[in-house]
C-alpha cells in the first residue's frame, strides 16, 4: 500500500510522521487562504488563532508538499495521526501534484489532501477578512503549539526554502504586516520603559516627584 500526502500549511515544516519520498509541488486551482480557526494549535477557543486551508478558484496554484508514505501500517498510523492532527479540517480531497517539469500532466495523482471548508459542520470557519485584521489576529493569538505569527513565519520560510515563486502574496503580505505590528509594539514598549527609567533616574527629580505626592 501507498499514500500520498500533500501538505501545504505546518504539514511542510512540520510533518510528524514517517515518510520514503518528499516532493516538492502544486496543486491547481486553489488558493491558500488564512481563514480557518485554530483553538486547538494556535490560538484557543476565545481567542482563535488563523490558519490556512484551501479556497477553490479557477486558475490557481497552490505549492506545498507532497509524502509517500509506504507499507499499509505506517499507512494506517499515518492517517491515524493526520486525522486527530487536523480533526478541525472537514473535507478529505485526493488531488493530483504537479511539478516544475511536470506542469501538464500530473506527477503524482491521488494525493490526499486535507481541506477546512466554510460547510456548516466546520464550526472552526472564520471566513475572510481585512489584511489589517487578519494580521492584528495573528499577531496576537497563542496556543498549545505556540504564536499565530511564528506559524506564519514557519510557512513564509520554508516556501521561501521550497523556491521564491512558491511564496503566495496572502503569506507575503500577512508575514509584513505582522512584523509591522510587532516592531512598533516592541517600539512603544521601549519607548515607554526609557520614559519611566527618566523618573527615576535622576535623583533631582525624584526628590521633585516626593514633595509633590
Known amino acids: 500500500m501507498v499514500l500520498w500526502v500533500f501538505g501545504y500549511g505546518s504539514l511542510i515544516w512540520k510533518t510528524g510522521f514517517k515518510y520514503d519520498e518528499r516532493v516538492v509541488g502544486y496543486i491547481k486551482n486553489y488558493k491558500r487562504a488564512y481563514t480557518q480557526g485554530s483553538i486547538d494549535h494556535r490560538g484557543t477557543i476565545k481567542e ?13 496554484i497552490t505549492w506545498g508538499a507532497a509524502y509517500r508514505i509506504s507499507g499499509h501500517e505506517e499507512a494506517k498510523m499515518t492517517l491515524a495521526y493526520l486525522d486527530l492532527r487536523e480533526r478541525l479540517y472537514d473535507v478529505k480531497e485526493y488531488l493530483n501534484v504537479y511539478t516544475i517539469d511536470s506542469s501538464d500532466k500530473p506527477a503524482i495523482t491521488g494525493v490526499l489532501t486535507y481541506i477546512a471548508t466554510s460547510n456548516c459542520a466546520n464550526l472552526c470557519y472564520l ?11 495573528i499577531a496576537t493569538s ?3 503549539s505556540g504564536t499565530n505569527a511564528e506559524y506564519l513565519f514557519n510557512l513564509e520560510d520554508a ?16 508575514s509584513s504586516e505582522v512584523r509591522k505590528m510587532q516592531k512598533a509594539k516592541s517600539g512603544g514598549a521601549l519607548n515607554n520603559h526609557i520614559l519611566s527609567s527618566s523618573h527615576i533616574s535622576s535623583p533631582r527629580m525624584s526628590g521633585v516627584m516626593l514633595k509633590i505626592q
Open 127 to 137: 471566513g475572510p477578512a481585512p489584511l489589517e485584521d487578519m494580521a492584528s489576529q
Open 142 to 144: 497563542h496556543g498549545p
Open 159 to 174: 516556501l521561501l526554502k521550497m523556491g521564491v515563486e512558491c511564496l503566495d502574496d496572502v503569506t507575503r503580505q500577512l
Open 48 to 60: 482563535p488563532g488563523r490558519t490556512v486551508t484551501l479556497e477553490y478558484e479557477e486558475g490557481a
